[in-house]
């Protein structure tokens, strides 16, 4: 294993600490427990946003606290969620009077931390909701989820969700528009390689030299299927056909209740994706890819999603969640309307992503 990293135990606080000192107009961490937050938080009267999950996945999600995204994100150690106490004190610190909307990938260790820490926040007399992505359409069960897991929408989320709340929308109206995110949103991810987890020392999985992983996960669990590795333009059919295919998904998810105080048990079911939908269509690096290989991906579906009849509206290409210094591409599609597309659009200022400024 070779990285640039000083002491394994070091690794998520120094960075913390660099990411600190490379934006302090933007962002400040605390370390004790850990979590970045907004640089002028709390801001009175505006719903608090905040994320969190295993770090590995930078830029997300402490990249995106600033002006027009999070208010707070919450690190875990590598590939491991964040405990109760940081999200707990992430959420007293950012509360701005207008409540904390919590938004969570649907991983075993982030939905049980984070439901524990929102009954810590309600105890207190905050109001508070939280709400689940789980946009993978590879799976519909993996190694570590009920359910599909929560991937590349979660980006889309954070800046749609984000501008809502900078707009002045309320804590019900900014988990509706992070509620319907969700819904519009699949993706789907291949790996070329694996990585390498520091406190490990040793790749994830065993990945031959002619094979890809097709529907991998953004901690390298296993996708659909292993095959012969193929052309740049076979992979990116094979993944928009999986995302375009994708029948009604019906799902249940567990949110809180705020009038009545409890966890009630939700049903959605999402549309397929048909002619005529407009989409923002992100195509991602797992953080070894190079920009050149994921125009060349966007280069495909782009023509792909035209011959379907579907219309790109807006994009984003670049790595946003990433898997350490895995070789590999994620594609997502989120449906649009007129809200969507206004918020996508609003100014946004964070370390990670940054326009209309």
Not at 38 to 61: F, N, Q
Not at 78 to 104: H, K, W
Not at 120 to 145: E, M, P
């Amino acid at each position: 294993m070779k990285k640039l990293i000083n002491a394994i135990n070091d690794v998520v606080k120094e960075q913390l600490q660099g990411l600190a000192a490379a934006h302090p107009d933007l962002v400040k961490v605390s370390y004790e427990p850990r979590y970045v937050y907004r640089a002028d938080a709390p801001v009175k009267g505006k719903v608090a946003l905040i994320s969190g999950g295993g770090s590995g996945h930078e830029p997300m999600h402490g990249g995106f606290v600033g002006r027009g995204m999070l208010d707070g994100a919450c690190p875990g150690e590598v590939f491991t969620s964040p405990t109760p106490d940081q999200i707990y004190a992430c959420a007293q610190r950012v509360e701005g009077n207008a409540g904390v909307l919590m938004i969570v990938k649907n991983y075993t260790g982030d939905v049980l931390n984070f439901e524990t820490a929102l009954e810590l926040v309600h105890a207190d007399g905050l109001q508070v909701q939280s709400i689940l992505i789980d946009d993978d359409a590879a799976v519909k069960d993996s190694l570590y989820t009920a359910g599909r897991r929560g991937v590349g929408t979660t980006v889309l989320a954070e800046k749609i969700v984000g501008a809502a709340a900078e707009a002045g929308y309320d804590l019900d109206q900014c988990a509706d528009v992070c509620r319907k995110v969700n819904r519009y949103g699949r993706s789907i991810g291949v790996a070329l390689t694996s990585c390498t987890v520091p406190a490990a020392g040793k790749p994830t999985f065993d990945l031959g030299g002619t094979e890809f992983e097709f529907g991998i996960g953004i901690h390298g669990e296993p996708g659909r299927q292993r095959l012969p590795m193929q052309s740049a333009d076979e992979i990116v059919e094979m993944m928009v056909q999986a995302i375009l295919d994708d029948g009604p998904y019906t799902r249940s998810v567990r949110e809180w209740d705020r009038r009545n105080e409890t966890w009630v048990d939700k049903t959605f079911t999402d549309e397929p994706f048909k002619p005529g939908d407009k989409v923002i269509a992100f195509v991602n690096s797992m953080g070894g890819t190079p920009l050149s290989e994921l125009y060349i991906v966007y280069r495909k579906m782009a023509e792909m999603l035209e011959q379907r009849g579907l219309v790109i509206l807006r994009n984003l290409v670049g790595p946003y969640i990433t898997s350490l210094e895995m070789q590999g591409v994620s594609i997502t599609l989120l449906k649009s309307d007129d809200e969507i597309l206004k918020f996508w659009d609003a100014p946004v200022h964070t370390p990670g992503l940054r326009w209309g400024m």
